[in-house]
């Protein structure tokens, strides 16, 4: 069965640092475009990024260049989404899904709340 | 960069009615668009892509059309399990932004 599986919640303080995997089984990440998509409480869903894991070649959408960085490792079948310092603002679900082109596969989410 | 805008942002219709969901982007996009499905508290699923192409195991009540800028998800007779957020999301290139969803309840 194919899935991606997502770590079900953190909770950090502002200013820590923080990385989400996302591991994906059943099927080979370097087929794929993956991609992560965030969704803060009560409102949509925004598109973060995505990264081709066979080179780590990876888009930002404007609106999280330089607040993220996406990352994977292709031996472990995983891709990562980190901050290296954390804001109230980030506190959302975070889902991680597969490409290449429509996300037709999606993880269950990380939930991500950040408070002092 | 391509904005995506639907319309309306909510609606509330009775089950067996067709309901009809709007999707603009803001410059051509071929056929590149999905439409996506939310349950409260659920994961997203993808339901339509290509515009038109209905995904494996989706009712048929669902459709898609258009191409270019507009786009128009249609549900044939609502049902109640079709309460729910729907998001289109075009996929050509980056970035690939979502709208901004359209909230279907039932009356």
């Known amino acids: 069965e194919e899935q991606l599986v997502q770590s079900a919640a953190e909770v950090k303080k502002p200013g820590e640092s923080l990385r989400i995997p996302c591991k994906a089984s059943?099927?080979?990440?370097?087929?794929?475009?993956m991609g992560w998509v965030r969704q803060m409480p009560g409102k949509g869903l925004e598109w973060m990024g995505i990264?081709?894991?066979?080179?780590?070649?990876?888009r930002y959408s404007p609106s999280f260049q330089g607040q993220v960085t996406i990352s994977a490792d292709k031996s472990i079948a995983t891709v990562y989404l980190q901050w290296s310092s954390l804001r109230a603002s980030d506190t959302a679900k975070y889902y991680c899904?597969?490409?290449?082109?429509?996300?037709?596969?999606w993880g269950q989410g990380t939930m991500v709340t950040v408070s002092s | 960069d391509i904005q995506m805008t639907q319309s309306p942002s909510s609606l509330s219709a009775s089950v067996g009615d067709r309901v009809t969901i709007a999707c603009r982007a803001s410059?051509?996009?071929?056929?590149?668009l999905a439409w996506y499905q939310q349950k409260p508290g659920k994961v997203p699923k993808l339901i339509i892509h290509?515009?038109?192409a209905l995904q494996s195991g989706v009712p048929s009540r669902f459709s898609g059309t258009g191409s270019g800028t507009d786009f128009t998800l249609t549900i044939s007779s609502l049902q109640p399990d079709d309460v729910a957020t729907y998001y289109c999301?075009?996929?050509?290139?980056?970035?690939?932004?979502f709208g901004q969803g359209t909230k279907v309840e039932i009356k």
């Open positions: 899904a597969r490409g290449p082109d429509a996300f037709d596969l």
């Open positions: 059943g099927f080979s990440i370097t087929n794929y475009w």
């Open positions: 990264i081709y894991p066979v080179d780590s070649d990876t």
């Open positions: 410059q051509g996009i071929a056929n590149y």
């Open positions: 290509s515009a038109s």
């Open positions: 999301q075009k996929y050509n290139g980056a970035p690939r932004p």
